[in-house]
């Protein structure tokens, strides 16, 4: 395998595929499986992909190729790209202020970046240090009412309008990696403490001066002597409402006057509730194969979902975006957006915000050079028939505009 180095060599980076190969370089064996691995046999981890692969373009010849229009409106409100980077958790583990690096990246090019509750960075942090952000809050509910309402406040306060609640992680997956690589909570094997030895740059980078970073959106619940990562993780075990059921989302919605999405809907009859409890989008995911194992891939329930969803709800997916093509795929089966997880981590973790910005703008090329050899002027003309194979609605043309 080519072996690729840290930096300057960003720009000779050609696909996500490469960041990852470098981020697995560049980062120790625990915090690399924290990155990539899935629940049990990666069964959805890898049938988020498998799904892409099954679905082929169809391409319309003798399309003057300009520019084509990638603007996609949510709520009336136009960005540049019909994607955002997703909330994911702990990201300082895989590079220093990865969180910051992340939301200025996608700050940078127009693109909305959402803050997961177990985020390294706080909201407040978030809100200050990034002129501009269009910043969403990720809640994973909590059971104590006054840590959720402040929770809540502070999103207000930060300026978020969009708050995406998770609803498929009360329970945590089983990732049998997570067991091999640790001793007891936080407590890595002797395995794999002389592997992070072995990794003296991100020992340098991620680590220095204070080691593992904390839960940022947490530290304000915890009391001073247990601001640490371990103290962050054992709170969100009891903190962590296993008992959230569609009443709960109900009162939230009551509660939150901004824009409300459920993330972890696969169910066309979830998606049904959702437009009954005036809910403003959903986010069809598995969470990236990190959970139920043997889900459905994310672009599978898509499928299924749109029939009943589409023009009720905004509808977004993550799971699997490794290409423009994939962004066109999941377009044409009726996403409004994406959501990205692994994609940009893989950048952030080898250069920060450069490595950020060069996932996002890998996809955002592939994504316009996909749209011209396919002979689209614009992600408004995608449908199911672009696609090979897909069932067409009664109400599509029978050939694709140009």
């Known amino acids: 395998m080519r072996r690729y180095h840290t930096g300057r060599d960003l720009t000779q980076v050609h696909s996500i595929a490469e960041l990852a190969a470098m ?7 625990f915090a690399w499986e924290y990155l990539a691995g899935g629940a049990e046999e990666e069964q959805t981890l890898s049938g988020n992909r498998q799904a892409f692969a099954e679905r082929h373009l169809h391409a319309r010849a003798l399309v003057p190729c300009q520019p084509p229009a990638t603007e996609r409106s949510l709520w009336g409100e136009t960005q540049a790209l019909p994607l955002m980077i997703g909330p994911t958790g702990y990201n300082g583990m895989l590079y220093k202020d990865a969180d910051l690096h992340l939301a200025r990246a996608a700050t940078a090019r127009g693109v909305p970046f959402c803050l997961s509750t177990v985020a390294c960075a706080a909201l407040e942090t978030i809100a200050e240090r990034v002129p501009g952000v269009n ?14 309402a402040s929770l809540l406040a502070r999103a207000r306060a930060a300026g978020v309008r969009n708050l995406v609640v998770t609803s498929d992680a009360m329970v945590l997956g089983n990732r049998e990696w997570d067991r091999r690589n640790f001793t007891r909570p936080r407590v890595l094997s002797w395995r794999n403490r002389f592997d992070v030895l072995r990794h003296p740059r991100w020992m340098a980078q991620a680590l220095w001066p204070h080691g593992l970073p904390t839960v940022g959106n947490l530290n304000l619940y915890l009391p ?18 296993t008992g959230l059921d569609w009443d ?7 509660q939150w006057e901004g824009r409300l999405l459920l ?3 696969l169910h066309p009859a979830d998606a ?4 009954a409890l005036g809910l403003d989008g959903v986010v069809v995911s598995n969470h990236g194969g990190r959970q139920l194992d043997g889900a459905l891939a994310s672009l599978d329930a898509l499928e299924a979902i749109v029939p009943v969803a589409r023009g009720k709800l905004e509808l977004l997916l993550d799971g699997g975006i490794r290409r423009g093509s994939d962004i066109v795929k999941a377009l044409a089966l009726g996403a409004d957006s994406v959501l990205l997880g692994r994609a940009t981590l893989y950048g952030v973790a080898v250069g920060g915000e450069a490595g950020a910005g060069k996932a996002l703008d890998l996809l955002a090329d592939e994504l316009r050079r996909c749209l011209n050899l396919a002979g689209c ?17 009664a109400h599509e043309p029978a050939h694709a505009p140009v």
């Open 272 to 275: 049904e509730r959702c437009i």
């Open 248 to 254: 709960f989302l109900a009162r939230l919605r009551q």
């Open 377 to 393: 002027t614009g992600i408004d003309h995608l449908g199911r028939h672009w696609l090979a194979g897909a069932p067409r609605s």
């Open 23 to 29: 981020a697995r370089q560049r980062l120790p064996h």
């Open 224 to 241: 001073e002597g247990q601001r640490t990562a371990l103290g962050s993780m054992k709170f969100i075990g009891e903190q962590m409402d």
């Open 135 to 148: 910043l969403w809050f990720q809640l994973y509910p909590m059971r104590d009412p006054a840590v959720q």
């Open 263 to 265: 993330k972890g809907v």
